[in-house]
């Protein structure tokens, strides 16, 4: 059994961190990217704790802390979006008006230059929010991956249009052209994968932005804000750092804001979407909450059922939007999935993130601790057991939390509809589908789900009725992302837009197009203007 004391030991001694670990030298940084310029700051600052505690010789357990960031206010955040506005100018900036292969190869010069910080940026996700080595260097290949498939996909798209399409008489070259300023705010659990996902499309299609990194993996990002500074024009990408109940409603109440990106929840899009004076001109894509479901038949497959769904309510501590977050088992298997289940978990590794083969790891700070702690005696008070009470469920020290399965929860439980996002796994018996496919009916969530079993008639009674309630089903497999070609998305409160490696060039742009009549007169028009350059829309250039 996992106690408190188990886990208290599991952090190392303050001054005793193992050089494996790569502990950064605290990062206090004082500096934001404006207009250009990195721009020096004396004010108010921020102290980073990481999740990973230490040891004391006095025997407390305390966070370690790894440096500090600055906390601005309304002015600077007016500065930054002023420099996006400029740059922007309307649509007549340096930026907005360049081709797409020049914006290509100021994408290509960043992405050089990020890949060299590799090592201080992966050490910094591990650091900052206790993610484990292994999938920390994850996120970031897979983050440099993903840019040059949204470049590769960039070319296509491009190319594609790079004609004349002639209609009813009517002349016309279509292209995909930019919406303006962006404001982009990227979550704390992907805090570089995710923000790129939207911030790497919305530079591509010409948009410039305003960014505000997340509260947790904030540091992260101070290695690559020379790159985006010698990489781009001055003005295309600004940062500010501040919190954001106070900057975010100003700088959308200014109007100035075309396109709110933002991966977070849908009470705090549904709040900013308000704040513009012209709401129906804001262009919003929204990752939000998420509650998927796992839906596990009689005839499941018990082991791989078993697998699958550990690794989706557990990676990354469950702290995945598109973790498996309600586990609903058919009464007749219940008892032996609860029984395999609990002793697959046993088996994972808890520590911490530099450890070779980690599973759980520390969460952010204690706020995650607490509540995961409430939505237990709420789970209690209400009826349900922690199945793996015994092997210390439920049991934590600081950030560190073992995982609790909890049994049977029911309607007016936090857990039953509440994103508990962390170590939490419910589990609710059904006897019939029609109580299954009324949980996911009756969710305020629609990302996706996950069906177990191998009836075909069954599975695809379920999958019909699905598909119009979430955007993605998985059959015995988890629910994930990936791969990042296929669409993300969600319906209800759970995303507005789609984003994918050619969905979101297609989210921060739109189609526009230069049409004459088919004349002689227009075709020696537009041939002149093709063959001498004279325009960086209209022509049927090629990019390699």
């Known amino acids: 059994m996992i106690t408190f004391d188990d886990l208290k030991q599991l952090f190392p001694e303050a001054g005793q961190v193992p050089e494996a670990a790569g502990m950064p030298a605290p990062i206090h940084q004082r500096v934001s990217l404006v207009d250009g310029e990195l721009k020096s700051w004396?004010?108010?600052?921020?102290?980073?704790?990481?999740?990973?505690?230490?040891?004391?010789?006095?025997?407390e357990v305390e966070q370690v802390e790894i440096g500090s960031y600055p906390v601005m206010g309304e002015s600077e955040s007016d500065a930054a979006l002023d420099a996006a506005v400029r740059a922007y100018d309307h649509g007549r900036g340096e930026w907005p008006t360049m081709t797409v292969a020049q914006r290509i190869a100021c994408m290509q010069d960043f992405i050089r230059q990020m890949a060299a910080r590799r090592k201080e940026v992966v050490n910094l996700i591990m650091w900052e929010i206790g993610k484990s080595a292994a999938d920390s260097a994850k996120e970031f290949d897979r983050t440099i991956t993903y840019m040059v498939q949204t470049i590769d996909a960039l070319k296509d798209l491009d190319n594609s249009n790079s004609r004349f399409v002639i209609n009813e008489h009517?002349?016309?070259q279509i292209r995909r052209t930019p919406l303006g300023v962006v404001l982009c705010m990227g979550p704390y659990n992907y805090p570089l994968n995710e923000t790129f996902a939207t911030l790497i499309p919305a530079l591509l299609m010409?948009?410039?932005?305003?960014?505000?990194?997340?509260?947790?993996?904030?540091?992260l990002f101070e290695p690559l804000l020379d790159a985006f500074r010698t990489a781009f024009p001055k003005g295309v990408i600004n940062t500010i750092y501040a919190p954001g109940a106070v900057v975010v409603p100003h700088m959308l109440a200014s109007g100035k804001i075309d396109v709110l990106a933002l991966i977070g929840s849908s009470k705090v899009a549904d709040h900013l979407k308000k704040q513009h004076p012209k709401s129906h001109r804001l262009r919003a894509i929204l990752g939000l909450d998420a509650k998927n479901a796992a839906i596990v038949l009689p005839d499941a497959d018990l082991e791989l059922t078993v697998k699958e769904c550990l690794l989706g309510a557990l990676s990354f501590n469950g702290q995945r939007c598109t973790a498996l977050k309600m586990l609903l088992v058919h009464r007749s298997i219940v008892e032996p999935f609860l029984k395999r289940f609990v002793e697959e978990l046993g088996k994972l590794k808890v520590g911490m993130p530099w450890e070779a083969g980690v599973n759980i790891t520390p969460l952010p700070g204690m706020h995650r601790t607490?509540?995961?702690?409430?939505?237990?005696?709420?789970?209690?008070?209400?009826?349900?057991?922690?199945?793996?009470?015994?092997?210390?469920?439920?049991?934590?020290?600081?950030t560190l939390f073992y995982p609790a399965v909890v049994y049977p929860v029911t309607e007016g439980m936090m857990l039953y509809r509440e994103e508990q996002f962390g170590p939490l796994i419910p589990v609710a018996p059904f006897d019939d589908l029609e109580t299954a496919l009324d949980y996911v009916i009756t969710s305020d969530h629609g990302q996706q789900v996950s069906i177990f079993g191998q009836n075909p008639e069954q599975i695809g009674e379920l999958v019909d009725p699905l598909v119009n309630q979430v955007c993605r089903v998985n059959l015995n497999c988890q629910c994930q992302r990936g791969p990042d070609t296929f669409p993300f998305a969600g319906r209800k409160d759970s995303a507005e837009g789609t984003l994918s490696v050619t969905d979101a060039l297609r989210c921060f742009s739109i189609r526009s197009m230069v049409a004459a009549k088919e004349t002689d007169a227009s075709k020696a028009l537009l041939d002149s203007i093709v063959n001498h350059h004279q325009s960086k829309f209209i022509n049927t250039g090629f990019i390699l």
């Open 206 to 219: 010409g948009n410039t932005v305003v960014f505000k990194p997340p509260q947790y993996g904030t540091l």
């Open 170 to 172: 009517t002349i016309g």
């Open 370 to 398: 607490a509540y995961m702690t409430a939505a237990i005696d709420d789970a209690k008070a209400k009826g349900a057991t922690v199945v793996n009470e015994s092997d210390g469920g439920g049991v934590f020290c600081k």
């Open 42 to 59: 004396d004010g108010q600052c921020k102290t980073v704790l990481s999740p990973v505690c230490v040891r004391a010789a006095s025997g």
